[in-house]
């Protein structure tokens, strides 16, 4: 049995940030610019350094540099290749057995900052996103809430996912003031709506999910190829004005009710991080159409 992969970096128990870990975001110093980084322990690791230096010349990077980028989209398009690649380098470079950064003093001060003298960015730049009504419990739980606990699911809830797209332009990472939107509100026993900031204001903690490469338009991705397309997860806040949204959402959904704010964490945990984690998906009843379904369907257990 082999030995747990251990850092030269001392990562303290319960640390979120281990080597089996490596989260990536962007950061930056302060006076400096944005660049790609990877945390271990509470530090943060500058990759436009080593790019420099050439670890990352593979050709799974195809002749691109992608770590001084104030975003993560140019790396996101390279592929999962690349990201296993890079996982790979970063473990090595890592690892308590390679004196590469363990043994040369100079270069890990050029390579690590302390997260605490670092600021984190939007880990992307967002295009566009969708929200999915995915969970049995907060379906339930809103519906309820707007609808009263007999009709609290739609009759289509349980055969296809439901969704709405969102405002790109309004993800923001953890951290930045929300501001209390207005809009109209009626409550069961007015008879005319009113205008005015909310009194609901609620959240929602879920995970997301930041795409790599896309689709051609017309050409749905296979649900048995998603996974060739999602780099990794971030939390999120989905952030809720609820007497607006049940006033407005009907007929066509939500709207400034829940457009006005999305808050995600700056780092992103890859797929790879998470696999120690999967587990078969519980079945489904009822069963998914065809085109929903996959060999291999999973979720994970975190």
């Not at 890079?86 to 057995?97: H, K």
């Not at 069961?188 to 205008?195: G, Y």
């Not at 078969?280 to 291999?296: A, I, K, M």
């Amino acid at each position: 049995m082999s030995s747990p992969l251990r850092s030269f970096i001392d990562v303290p128990a319960g640390s979120h940030f281990p080597i089996q870990n490596l989260p990536f975001g962007v950061f930056q110093r302060k006076g400096g610019k944005p660049g790609v980084g990877v945390a271990i322990s509470d530090l943060v690791v500058d990759l436009s350094v080593l790019e420099e230096l050439g670890h990352f010349r593979a050709p799974e990077f195809q002749d691109q540099k992608v770590f001084s980028e104030d975003s993560l989209n140019k790396f996101l398009a390279l592929g999962r290749p690349a990201w296993r690649k890079t996982r790979e380098i970063l473990q090595r470079l890592l690892s308590a057995e390679t004196p590469t950064l363990r043994d040369d003093a100079q270069l890990r001060k050029k390579v690590f900052h302390t997260q605490r003298d670092v600021v984190m960015k939007l880990p992307a730049c967002i295009g566009n996103y969708t929200d999915f009504y995915s969970s049995y419990h907060h379906a339930h739980n809103v519906g309820t809430m707007l609808r009263g606990p007999e009709n609290a699911l739609m009759p289509n809830w349980k055969w296809l996912p439901v969704a709405y797209h969102g405002r790109a332009s309004s993800v923001v990472v953890s951290g930045t003031d929300v501001h209390r939107p207005s809009g109209q509100i009626k409550s069961p026993d007015a008879a005319v709506p009113t205008f005015g900031p909310t009194k609901s204001l609620d959240y929602e903690l879920e995970m997301a999910f930041l795409i790599g490469p896309g689709n051609s338009l017309g050409k749905p991705v296979p649900s048995d190829r998603a996974i060739d397309h999602i780099f990794g997860f971030v939390l999120m806040n989905d952030w809720s004005a609820r007497d607006i949204q049940a006033w407005e959402y009907q007929p066509l959904g939500p709207f400034l009710a829940k457009n006005f704010c999305t808050s995600i964490s700056p780092w992103v945990v890859t797929l790879e991080a998470l696999e120690p984690f999967r587990k078969p998906l519980p079945l489904q009843d009822p069963e998914p159409l065809p085109y929903l379904r996959g060999e291999n369907d999973f979720t994970f257990d975190i």
